[in-house]
């Protein structure tokens, strides 16, 4: 028997090798954890979703992502991310432009609540100097739901993060196996697995089984470097509504501390003529402005003269977002006070 068992290990013994040689051969992801509803389970005492699993675990639930990459994991938040910040934001930057300035690195995968996430995405998009992958991803239902979808994004984010056609996109979010842009994309529906979506211009591309597939690249974008010094100042956002009359706005300035305010206007970017007032004074202290609109898809444009319409408000120095939301206009002007605070600089980011 014992020649028997010598012959059968000795002609096991160069598969294994072979294995193994060829699990060394896949590519490396980092993979950086921040909590959110894909690593939430049912809390009774709570009556509500927790987040509780951490990155190891997620990566357990699904045992072929070991045929697509390796994996290290490693945590930077354990939140739901409505507690997202901008100084978690600088953190997450930092850590993914160390891990991809590696050359064993193929890619970084961001675990990530879905409420901010785009907030998010934008933010690494602008801040990370690599041309290496960086794909967030989440899910709607938690990782404790029979049907989560957390496991089958996560692999679909793997996928895209070591593929080579993502090379050079910049930031995106997979989820529901399709390739959103991360300046491009929104948050459509509370509760369907298929919440995030370009409206406008459309996904670049899917994730499947048989691979990864990109139809087109994202084109506006731009880069602004952070470091360990960095400071982010406070940008607050004011939405126009009808009777809207610039008392949010009026006590903002009343406490004080305001870097930046963004401002959701009405349809190209419109605000009522008290609201202007108000605008006005803040432009007087000197403190940047920048007009998006609370409109889902279009840029805004000064057509209108009339006070508190897009003309009137250019005239006293205020800079158009282009077709930015409200929240990603927020992230820029955030990293483009670091830069400047003159108004014909701002411009040019937001016009890039």
Sequence with gaps: MKPIRLVLLSLCLPILAGRLVAAAELPLVKILSTGGTIASRYDPVQKGFVPALSGEQLVEAVPEISTVARLE???????????????????????????????????????????????????????????????????????????????????????????????GKGAMIVMNGEINAAREVTKTSTLDVGTFRTLEFGKLGYVEDDGVRFYRAPTRRQTIPVGPATKLGRIEIVMHYAGADGSVIRGLLQQ????????????????SGSMFDAIEQVRARGIPVVISTR?????????????????SLVKIGCVEADNLSPQKARVLLMLALTRTKETEALKTYFQH
């Design 73 to 167: 994991v490693e945590a930077v938040a354990s939140i739901g991310s409505s507690d997202m910040t901008p100084e978690i934001w600088l953190k997450l930057a930092q850590r993914a432009n160390e891990v991809l300035a590696d050359p064993k690195y193929s890619g970084v995968v961001i675990t990530h609540g879905t409420d901010t996430m785009e907030e998010t995405a934008y933010f690494l998009d602008l801040t990370v100097t690599s041309n290496k992958p960086v794909i967030l991803v989440g899910a709607q239902r938690a990782a404790s739901i029979k049907d989560t979808d957390g496991p089958r994004n996560l692999m679909g984010a793997v996928r895209v993060a070591v593929s080579p056609e993502a090379v």
């Design 295 to 311: 409109v889902h898809t279009g840029r805004t444009l000064p057509l209108y003269a009339a006070k508190g319409s897009g003309v």
């Design 256 to 271: 004080g501390g305001l870097d930046g305010l963004v401002i959701a206007g009405a349809g190209l970017g419109h605000v």
